[in-house]
Structures are given as C-alpha cells and as structure tokens.
C-alpha cells in the first residue's frame, strides 16, 4: 500500500481537516489546525506530504520521525498540529486496514465508557445557573466554565466577587454529585492566580486550568505547592519535552490536545509520561469530529485518564457545528453525560466527505480577539 494524494480542506467554524489517500482505496481523516492560523497549519501539511507521498502509510513511526526530526528547526504549535493531523491519519488508514479501532492497535481498551464535560461559557454570572441546569438536563455530570474575561493584572474585588459568584452559580446547581472545572486561559499573572485560588477552593472545582501562561511554565511549582485547588494545563505543550516541566512542577492534570501535540502516537506518550508522576490526563478538544475521534481513541486506551473535553454545541462553533461533517453522528451520542466505545474501524467515524468538500474554503480563516484594558494595553485573552 502507498499513500498517492493528501488534501486539506479549511471548514466553518475554524477548522482544518486532512485527507490521507492510499492507493487501494482506504482513506485516512485528520485534524491538523491552530485555531486562528489554519491557512499557516494548511501550507505545513503539504510541505510535510512531500515526504508522505509515494510511501508505505503503515510505517507510522518512521513516519512520525522523519516529520518532526528531519529539520533543523523543529517543535512549535505550526509544525506540531501539522504533524498531529497527518499522524491521526496514518492511525486511521491502520485501524481500517487492519478492521479495528484505533485503541485497539494501542492494546485495547481499558474502559467502555469515557466521561465527558460541557461547556456553559461562563463569561455572565447571571447566565451561568441555566447554562449549567441546561446541561444538568442533558445527562451531564461534569461542566466547565470561564474563570473571567478580559482580566486585570491584580485581581479587584469585583473581579473576585464575580468569579466566585460564578464558582457558587454552578456548585449550587451541581450539587455534590457533580463536577465544574474552571479555565483560566492563561490569562492570570502568577501574583493573581494566587491571590484568587483560595477563593474558589470552598466550590471544590475538579480543577482549574491553565492559570498561567505555559511559557511560566517554571514559576508553576510555587502555584502548585500553595494552591487549594487541583491546577491543570497542557493544551499549548506540544511534545513530552514540553510536557516534563509541568509534570516536574506537580500539577494534578495533564491536557494534551490530540491536533496540536503531535497527534495519536505523541500523545500516548505524553500519557504514559504522566502516570510515572501519577497525574491524570484530559484531552483538550474544542475543535472538530476527526481530533474528537482521535482523543476518544487515546481516552479508551489509556489507563490515567480523567475525563474528555467536546464541543458539540459549544458557543464557539458559529456557522457550523461537529456533527455536520459526519456521515453517523450516533458515536458521539452521549449516554448520562458518557460516549460509549466506538467499535467501527479506524477513528470510528465516518467523513462526510460531501459536506466537507462543499464547505472548503466557505469561510474567511478565523481569528481570535484583540483585547485591550480600558487604559488602552494590550490584555491576554
């Protein structure tokens, strides 16, 4: 077998999918995108297929080799996410060549059901109970939510006030039975972050994530030590090298992302890394069927996981939604807030490739916000 074309097609709302062709017929999906630089990812994909093209696709590893190391310049989000697509590809072709899922090929599963949480936004306090009694409705157990929008340097009262108002929302619907996590996105000095973590610490979030920036990656140790709250990160750490450091610095859960940190057979690593510090892994996944096909694959194959991400309805998806590029959306049924395990070859789904083909290039490329304080400075985001 020898793979002879590799296409990629960019789709509402931000994605970017692959397509893997073989010479007898079987095709392979991926999901190579960073969010706002699709058009960036598009042109690494095609640079890498040149060394794809004409070769044997069961070859996975070499194949994962050479894209990542045959260059001087290696790493980064372009290039990672570039290779995550083609490798999930690669997995995809193996699964149906062989007739078995992926998790299977990475030695069976070890769960039948994988836990998911929704997204409620999170963004108004007054909204957050119906968003997350909506939620409760829908057979959900577990939630999350933004800590805050745009944030200042130190953490007012107000702005604590809100987050725990936002904090007690949620619980107060929830529960004792169930879970909220809250994302920080990075957006949170090291000096606020410990400032506002005892505050939520009373609400009992199963973690909040991303409270810095990775590149303080460093700095996380001291946050950890003094922290009530269990910390998670990992969604912008795109290899086991990047990944070390949080590990090393004690945090409770590791979240690689199946489309940015080198694809399927990065990511079992990354998980097999985080066992030997004991830390749980959640695969991020705000994006489209094939990288949500792709974390299922890992999430029913890898012993310390803790729970999966989706954005099935999530008020991100303007435009077009992840069922729309699927031919059988009932694997991503939820069952009381659970996918079951999917037994259909490959990533366990089916392209669309209709819709997928129709909807190329339909959209400008998204691009995420610019924040600006009412000083007028820049503001992460």
Not at 64 to 72: D, P
């Amino acid at each position: 077998m020898k793979i002879t074309r590799i296409e990629t097609f960019a789709v509402p709302p931000r994605w970017l999918l692959c397509r893997v062709e073989t010479d007898e017929g079987i095709v392979g999906w991926g999901e190579p995108v960073v969010e706002g630089r699709a058009a960036t990812v598009r042109t690494a994909v095609h640079e890498l297929a040149e060394l794809l093209v004409g070769q044997d696709p069961s070859r996975i590893e070499d194949h994962w080799q050479v894209m990542t190391k045959g260059s001087f310049y290696r790493g980064g989000p372009v290039l990672s996410s570039a290779v995550a697509g083609l490798d999930q590809a690669l997995w995809d072709i193996a699964g149906k060549r062989f007739g078995v899922p992926v998790h299977v090929l990475l030695g069976g599963p070890v769960r039948d059901r994988v836990r998911a949480y929704s997204w409620v936004g999170g963004d108004e306090p007054a909204e957050v109970a119906d968003a997350v009694t909506a939620q409760v409705e829908a057979g959900f157990t577990a939630v999350k939510m933004n800590a805050c929008g745009r944030m200042n340097r130190l953490a007012t009262t107000r702005d604590i006030d809100d987050l725990v108002g936002r904090a007690a929302a949620a619980r107060e619907v929830l529960g004792a039975d169930r879970d909220f996590a809250v994302d920080f996105h990075g957006r949170f000095t090291v000096a606020n972050a410990r400032k506002v973590l005892p505050h939520l610490a009373p609400f009992n979030p199963l973690f909040a994530e991303e409270v810095v920036l990775p590149e303080y990656t460093p700095l996380l140790a001291d946050l950890v030590a003094g922290s009530p709250v269990p910390l998670a990160t990992g969604e912008r750490l795109y290899s086991r090298t990047d990944a070390l450091p949080a590990l090393q610095a004690g945090i409770a859960v590791l979240q690689p992302d199946l489309s940015h940190a080198g694809g399927i057979s990065e990511v079992r690593r990354i998980a097999a890394l985080a066992e030997t510090f004991d830390v749980s892994v959640a695969p991020h996944c705000p994006l489209g069927p094939v990288s949500l096909a792709s974390s299922l694959q890992i999430a029913f194959s890898t012993p310390n996981f803790l729970i999966q991400e989706q954005s099935i309805g999530i008020h991100y998806n303007q435009g077009a939604e992840v069922l729309d590029y699927v031919v059988d959306p009932e694997v991503f049924r939820f069952h009381d807030g659970c996918f079951l395990r999917p037994t259909a070859p490959g990533l366990g789904i089916e392209v669309d490739e209709k819709a997928v083909r129709a909807a190329d290039n339909s959209t400008p490329d998204w691009r995420g916000p610019v924040w600006r304080h009412p000083d007028g400075s820049f503001a992460e985001w």
